[in-house]
Protein backbone atom coordinates (compact mmCIF):
# COMPACT_ATOMS: atom_id res chain seq x y z
CA UNK A 1 0.00 0.00 0.00
CA UNK A 2 2.73 2.57 0.92
CA UNK A 3 4.35 1.87 -2.70
CA UNK A 4 1.58 2.70 -4.13
CA UNK A 5 0.79 6.17 -2.40
CA UNK A 6 4.47 6.78 -2.87
CA UNK A 7 3.75 6.39 -7.25
CA UNK A 8 1.00 8.60 -6.82
CA UNK A 9 2.80 11.26 -4.90
CA UNK A 10 5.75 11.00 -7.33
CA UNK A 11 3.20 11.22 -10.46
CA UNK A 12 1.45 13.94 -8.91
CA UNK A 13 4.73 16.04 -8.51
CA UNK A 14 5.83 15.42 -11.67
CA UNK A 15 2.62 16.76 -12.94
CA UNK A 16 2.77 19.58 -10.79
CA UNK A 17 6.15 20.48 -11.85
CA UNK A 18 4.92 20.51 -15.72
CA UNK A 19 2.15 22.97 -14.69
CA UNK A 20 4.26 25.27 -12.69
CA UNK A 21 6.78 25.42 -16.03
CA UNK A 22 3.98 26.88 -18.01
CA UNK A 23 4.90 29.92 -20.14
CA UNK A 24 4.12 33.77 -19.28
CA UNK A 25 2.15 36.09 -20.98
CA UNK A 26 3.64 38.70 -22.66
CA UNK A 27 2.82 41.43 -25.81
CA UNK A 28 4.89 42.38 -28.38
CA UNK A 29 5.27 46.48 -28.32
CA UNK A 30 5.73 46.42 -32.66
CA UNK A 31 5.72 43.97 -35.39
CA UNK A 32 8.30 41.78 -34.45
CA UNK A 33 9.88 38.87 -36.68
CA UNK A 34 9.54 35.46 -34.96
CA UNK A 35 12.84 33.29 -35.63
CA UNK A 36 14.35 29.79 -35.27
CA UNK A 37 16.91 30.87 -33.14
CA UNK A 38 17.77 33.62 -30.75
CA UNK A 39 19.48 35.88 -33.34
CA UNK A 40 19.18 37.40 -36.54
CA UNK A 41 21.10 35.51 -38.12
CA UNK A 42 18.29 32.80 -38.11
CA UNK A 43 15.71 32.15 -40.50
CA UNK A 44 12.72 34.15 -39.98
CA UNK A 45 9.34 32.00 -39.77
CA UNK A 46 6.99 34.57 -39.47
CA UNK A 47 6.05 37.92 -38.59
CA UNK A 48 3.93 39.41 -35.32
CA UNK A 49 1.93 42.44 -35.10
CA UNK A 50 2.26 44.45 -32.38
CA UNK A 51 0.14 44.05 -29.50
CA UNK A 52 0.28 40.09 -30.31
CA UNK A 53 -0.53 37.98 -27.83
CA UNK A 54 2.62 35.59 -26.72
CA UNK A 55 3.85 32.88 -24.22
CA UNK A 56 7.17 33.21 -23.41
CA UNK A 57 9.13 30.61 -21.98
CA UNK A 58 11.97 32.48 -21.18
CA UNK A 59 14.02 35.65 -21.74
CA UNK A 60 17.65 36.87 -21.57
CA UNK A 61 18.54 39.29 -24.61
CA UNK A 62 15.97 37.34 -27.19
CA UNK A 63 12.77 35.14 -25.69
CA UNK A 64 11.82 31.91 -26.58
CA UNK A 65 8.01 32.05 -27.01
CA UNK A 66 5.15 30.68 -28.41
CA UNK A 67 2.98 32.56 -30.77
CA UNK A 68 -0.04 31.15 -33.36
CA UNK A 69 0.86 27.57 -32.79
CA UNK A 70 4.35 27.98 -33.60
CA UNK A 71 7.23 27.65 -31.28
CA UNK A 72 10.74 30.44 -32.23
CA UNK A 73 12.78 33.41 -30.81
CA UNK A 74 12.15 37.40 -30.44
CA UNK A 75 14.06 40.43 -28.98
CA UNK A 76 13.56 40.74 -26.14
CA UNK A 77 13.66 44.29 -26.62
CA UNK A 78 10.34 44.28 -27.99
CA UNK A 79 8.53 42.16 -25.58
CA UNK A 80 6.28 43.30 -23.01
CA UNK A 81 6.22 41.22 -19.97
CA UNK A 82 4.66 43.90 -17.37
CA UNK A 83 0.89 44.94 -18.94
CA UNK A 84 -0.42 45.34 -22.48
CA UNK A 85 -0.89 49.69 -22.72
CA UNK A 86 -2.73 49.50 -25.98
CA UNK A 87 -2.01 52.66 -28.20
CA UNK A 88 -4.73 55.23 -27.83
CA UNK A 89 -7.50 55.48 -29.08
CA UNK A 90 -7.76 57.46 -32.84
CA UNK A 91 -9.07 60.99 -32.66
CA UNK A 92 -12.34 60.84 -34.19
CA UNK A 93 -13.35 64.00 -35.77
CA UNK A 94 -17.03 64.68 -36.59
CA UNK A 95 -18.41 64.30 -40.14
CA UNK A 96 -17.70 66.69 -42.46
CA UNK A 97 -20.97 69.01 -44.08
CA UNK A 98 -22.58 67.49 -47.12
CA UNK A 99 -20.56 67.91 -50.24
CA UNK A 100 -22.64 69.93 -51.83
CA UNK A 101 -22.02 73.21 -49.98
CA UNK A 102 -18.58 73.29 -50.86
CA UNK A 103 -19.04 72.91 -54.92
CA UNK A 104 -19.54 76.60 -54.24
CA UNK A 105 -16.04 77.15 -53.78
CA UNK A 106 -16.18 78.01 -50.27
CA UNK A 107 -14.48 75.07 -48.28
CA UNK A 108 -15.59 74.92 -44.42
CA UNK A 109 -12.80 74.29 -41.76
CA UNK A 110 -12.71 73.32 -38.40
CA UNK A 111 -13.10 76.14 -35.65
CA UNK A 112 -11.49 74.78 -32.57
CA UNK A 113 -12.94 77.39 -30.40
CA UNK A 114 -16.33 76.52 -31.18
CA UNK A 115 -15.96 72.61 -32.43
CA UNK A 116 -17.91 73.29 -35.29
CA UNK A 117 -17.39 73.47 -38.88
CA UNK A 118 -16.87 77.08 -40.06
CA UNK A 119 -17.21 78.76 -43.77
CA UNK A 120 -16.71 82.73 -42.90
CA UNK A 121 -20.38 82.78 -42.01
CA UNK A 122 -22.15 79.95 -40.55
CA UNK A 123 -21.62 76.75 -38.20
CA UNK A 124 -22.48 73.28 -38.73
CA UNK A 125 -22.91 71.09 -35.76
CA UNK A 126 -25.95 68.73 -34.98
CA UNK A 127 -26.24 67.77 -38.53
CA UNK A 128 -27.16 71.10 -39.98
CA UNK A 129 -25.92 74.79 -40.28
CA UNK A 130 -26.41 77.55 -37.99
CA UNK A 131 -26.19 81.28 -37.75
CA UNK A 132 -24.00 81.15 -34.65
CA UNK A 133 -21.80 79.27 -33.28
CA UNK A 134 -23.03 77.01 -29.49
CA UNK A 135 -23.22 79.94 -27.20
CA UNK A 136 -23.20 77.70 -24.19
CA UNK A 137 -20.44 75.30 -24.99
CA UNK A 138 -17.65 76.02 -23.04
CA UNK A 139 -20.14 76.40 -19.90
CA UNK A 140 -22.22 73.31 -21.13
CA UNK A 141 -19.56 70.66 -19.70
CA UNK A 142 -22.40 67.61 -19.30
CA UNK A 143 -22.68 68.00 -23.18
Given amino acids: ?3 RMLLMAGCL ?3 G ?3 AA ?3 TGWTTRDLNLR ?3 GTGYAKIMAMPAGARVDVVRCTNWC ?3 YAGYHGWASARYISLGGYRPAPPPVVMPPMPPSIYWQFGRRPWWDDRYDTW ?7 YDGRWHDRPRVGFYFEFGR
Fill in 64 to 66: ELY
Fill in 118 to 124: HDGHRWW
Fill in 36 to 38: TGP
Fill in 22 to 24: EAA
Fill in 13 to 15: ALF
Fill in 1 to 3: MSL
Fill in 17 to 19: ASS
